[in-house]
């Protein structure tokens, strides 16, 4: 039998003129059924936005009930020298050219760590540059100095692009390496570094960093050893739709082996200060189709993240009419990858009353979590939910 809610979104979809080919995708979605990669293509090629925020918000719905999730983390960016030349950043300096470079020592993390002493922040999040004197015998150290001072703060670092340069420069297998961080204290890892996985793409923007397999090798690796990880995809520059299902059917399909991604992250291309910035940037419009999306395709991810420091608070506060059930955390204002990448938020902080009242606001639930979606705290449910 239909459930009430299923049985709400066959109704409002019928008669509004939409096709028979996206009827079908609906009901496979009532059904809870796994569209294939042509659906998902006829989706981005012929979805209305209504549509695809109905379908979404369903699925959000059916999991989630209403909540969304944040926690309240802090980032340390050890430094935006980096050793490779992607087209679209607009955050890292060369190493041979160092210029608004910056390179913090152990102590200067360490002494941000202890910033936070006594406060209630779950998670570190430590990602920056490629620095080949910051290599993995010094990053193993600032983890296990990290760890020892506060056992509860949950560690969260290094992209599979940090990993991949650390790892080859020690000789050592990805297992090998990862093991060493999982020793030291590490526990996930972002997801960033993943860009588009396509291998046309990638050579076009990122062509001398590790490539789209080799970055499922390393996140692959984690779930085995029992670590959860991170998956993102960034959209809106030269990619195409094709490219963009390719690379969700690849995390789809890893998903189904491992089970060890928390989420995935949509992140926007931000066209300041780069080597893409003639390339103009997507509308909110194109924003939330591609997170209805994600949120349909990506059928075994049970959390959708919007990374409100690089969509705006406005904007990010729309996804969640739109499949999104995770805004992310509070998070330091020390954050500058996106900011300076022409970001709407040039200091990226929010206050766990700010972000609430901006989840309230659209009639959804806050709900702080931990870095592995256990709740800590359900805040005040708004009118609108009842």
């Known amino acids: 039998m239909m459930s009430t809610e299923a049985f709400s979104l066959s109704v409002a979809l019928k008669g509004t003129g939409i096709s028979k080919e996206l009827l079908q995708i609906a009901e496979k979605v009532e059904h809870q059924q796994r569209i294939t990669e042509a659906e998902g293509m006829l989706l981005f090629e012929k979805g209305e936005l209504g549509f695809l925020g109905a379908l979404a918000s369903h699925i959000a719905g059916r999991l989630h009930h209403n909540k969304v999730y944040f926690n309240?983390?802090?980032?340390?960016?050890?430094?935006?020298?980096?050793?490779?030349?992607?087209?679209?950043?607009?955050?890292?300096?060369?190493?041979?050219?160092?210029?608004?470079g910056w390179e913090l020592s152990m102590e200067q993390m360490l002494d941000m760590v202890r910033k936070y002493d006594g406060q209630p922040v779950t998670e570190v999040?430590?990602?920056?540059?490629?620095?080949?004197?910051?290599?993995?015998?010094?990053?193993?150290?600032?983890?296990?100095?990290?760890?020892?001072?506060?056992?509860?703060?949950?560690?969260?670092?290094?992209?599979?692009?940090?990993?991949?340069?650390?790892?080859?420069?020690?000789?050592?297998?990805?297992?090998?390496?990862?093991?060493?961080?999982?020793?030291?204290?590490?526990?996930?890892?972002?997801?960033?570094?993943?860009?588009?996985?396509?291998?046309?793409?990638?050579?076009?923007?990122?062509?001398d960093k590790v490539d789209g397999d080799g970055w499922l090798l390393i996140h692959e690796t984690a779930h085995k050893l029992g670590m959860h990880t991170n998956a993102t995809i960034l959209y809106g520059h030269i990619e195409k739709y094709e490219h963009r299902i390719d690379h969700m059917s690849r995390l789809r399909n890893l998903q189904d082996k491992t089970g060890g991604f928390n989420c995935f992250i949509p992140l926007k291309f931000r066209n300041k200060d780069n080597d893409m910035s003639n390339i103009p940037e997507l509308s909110v419009v194109e924003d939330l189709r591609l997170y209805a999306i994600s949120r349909i395709f990506m059928d075994n991810f049970r959390n959708l993240?919007?990374?409100?420091?690089?969509?705006?608070?406005?904007?990010?506060?729309?996804?969640?009419?739109?499949?999104?059930?995770?805004l992310d955390g509070t998070i330091d204002d020390t954050t500058k990858i996106y900011s300076m990448a022409g970001s709407e938020e040039q200091s990226p902080a929010m206050s766990t009353e700010n972000l609430c009242d901006l989840i309230l606001a659209v009639g959804k639930i806050p709900v702080e979590r931990d870095t592995l979606y256990n709740e800590l705290k359900v805040y005040k449910e708004p009118e609108l939910a009842h």
């Open 305 to 326: 993240k919007a990374y409100w420091p690089m969509l705006g608070r406005q904007s990010a506060q729309l996804t969640l009419s739109f499949g999104v059930n995770d």
């Open 125 to 207: 999040h430590i990602v920056g540059g490629v620095h080949p004197k910051m290599n993995l015998e010094f990053f193993c150290e600032l983890v296990s100095k990290i760890k020892a001072h506060r056992p509860d703060l949950h560690i969260k670092g290094f992209t599979a692009v940090e990993l991949d340069y650390m790892f080859r420069k020690a000789k050592l297998s990805v297992e090998e390496g990862m093991m060493k961080f999982k020793e030291a204290g590490l526990q996930s890892l972002p997801g960033g570094g993943a860009e588009i996985f396509h291998p046309d793409v990638r050579m076009e923007i990122c062509a």
């Open 72 to 100: 309240r983390n802090f980032h340390i960016e050890p430094t935006n020298v980096c050793v490779f030349t992607c087209n679209f950043c607009s955050y890292s300096r060369l190493y041979k050219n160092r210029d608004d």
